[in-house]
């Protein structure tokens, strides 16, 4: 599993992301932008970090971390939050947390039985689901 999410990464559908940046307190203008945002992603493995970007014209981010290691994230909308990425079985989950150590959103991103990357993001009751093709 590890290797077949290494890569780089083109979005190609998205469902629901902007009732998702909604339900965790986007305004409307950032939400309205990361809505008709296409960002690419990319993950490498170096050791035991790991580096996820994403990358748009709006904005970039590179989160550098280590599996099942809590660090400081500012989210591409300006949140900041307590992150923690862990393997579930074939899954890779990142749990971001507030301040108070409440679980504000989990993304939760595997390979499909097509070679996709699907990422679902749960905050709330609100579930957003984006899906990703392999750069070759």
């Known amino acids: 599993m590890v290797d077949a999410l290494l890569g780089d990464w083109k979005l190609v559908s998205s ?12 305004g409307l203008v950032m939400r309205k932008l990361g809505n008709t945002t296409k960002p690419n992603v990319k993950f490498v493995k170096n050791g035991e970090e790991w580096t996820f970007s994403t990358v748009s014209t709006l ?20 949140r900041k939050v307590k992150t923690t990425f862990h393997w579930d079985g074939n899954k890779l989950v990142q749990t ?37 093709h392999k750069e070759q």
Do not use: P, W
């Not at 629901?16 to 909604?22: G, I, R, V, W, Y």
């Not at 904005?59 to 300006?78: A, I, M, P, R, V």
């Open 59 to 78: 904005k970039s981010q590179h989160l550098k971390y280590k599996l099942d290691e809590e660090f400081e994230e500012e989210t591409l909308d300006g």
């Open 15 to 26: 469902e629901n992301f902007e009732d998702l940046m909604k339900e965790l307190g986007v």
């Open 96 to 132: 971001q947390k507030d301040k108070d150590n409440n679980v504000v959103c989990t993304i939760t991103r595997e390979i499909t039985d097509s070679g996709e990357l699907k990422c679902v993001a749960k905050a709330g009751k609100v579930e957003s689901i984006r899906m990703y």
